[in-house]
């Protein structure tokens, strides 16, 4: 069972105009979210992230808003631009057992989607 | 079924000793990545390889080696250079094609420097 879910593989927006970026997890142990961005033939780099206890992180262009009763976090980029374009990844990771308690063993550990392939059009 | 394998799980190492973490997939995909994790930060890129017999370094390569001698194996040597190389490795492999993304990511390597 996948507990992190990117539905949506690919998205194209015209430059200028707003990205929207859809994460659903189904973890509630999970209690930080973040958002890696992969360009073709490199490895997917670290972009921003949020923890459970806010529910908006920004910075510049992209922010990250989460609502944890929905189990649901979208990044949103405006304006977009064509250098955007490339595969974006949502992670959620939790370093809290089963018993809500802070465990050493699973902080670190990161849960990562499929993928959306962002295609930002000139 | 097919995935990425990371062993060992959990690796103890002594202060200036070299130490080799194993990564091996049978997915056929041509890429590969190493990343680093340390608690609350995210994945950092310390070496990747689009191919067997090559690699590049990624954000973080300072203190660490790596090879790709066959398509399905990816080892990473962390070496004495490392100055901290407590933390949580992981392995993955990523393929891209016309909007339709995969990622496979081992189960990860925890190392601690004793």
């Known amino acids: 069972d996948q507990q992190v879910k990117q539905n949506s593989p690919s998205l194209s927006v015209q430059e200028g105009r707003i990205s929207i970026l859809n994460c659903d997890y189904t973890?509630?142990?999970?209690?930080?979210f973040l958002w890696y961005k992969k360009y073709p033939a490199e490895g997917p780099t670290f972009l921003i992230s949020i923890s459970s206890i806010k529910d908006k992180n920004e910075d510049g262009r992209f922010t990250v808003f989460l609502n944890k009763s929905a189990k649901h976090l979208s990044l949103h980029i405006v304006p977009s631009q064509p250098g955007d374009s490339a595969v974006y990844f949502c992670?959620?990771?939790?370093?809290?057992?089963?018993?809500?308690?802070?465990?050493?063993?699973?902080?670190?550990?990161?849960?990562f989607g499929d993928g959306t392939t962002l295609t930002v059009k000139p | 079924d097919g995935g990425i394998t990371q062993s060992p799980k959990y690796l103890f190492r002594k202060e200036g000793q070299n130490v080799t973490l194993s990564c091996e997939q049978n997915l056929n995909h041509d890429a590969m990545y190493w990343y680093r994790q340390d608690p609350g930060q995210g994945l950092r890129l310390i070496y990747y390889s689009q191919i067997v017999n090559d690699f590049q370094k990624g954000d973080i390569a300072e203190g660490y080696s790596v090879s790709r001698e066959k398509k399905e194996s990816f080892p990473l040597t962390v070496t004495s250079a490392q100055k901290n190389p407590t933390a949580f490795y992981l392995c993955a492999s990523i393929t891209t094609g016309w909007g339709n993304t995969e990622a496979f990511f081992g189960q990860g390597t925890r190392l601690t420097v004793v």
């Open positions: 992670a959620a990771d939790g370093a809290k057992n089963l018993s809500g308690i802070w465990d050493n063993t699973n902080a670190g550990k990161s849960t």
């Open positions: 973890n509630s142990m999970f209690d930080y």
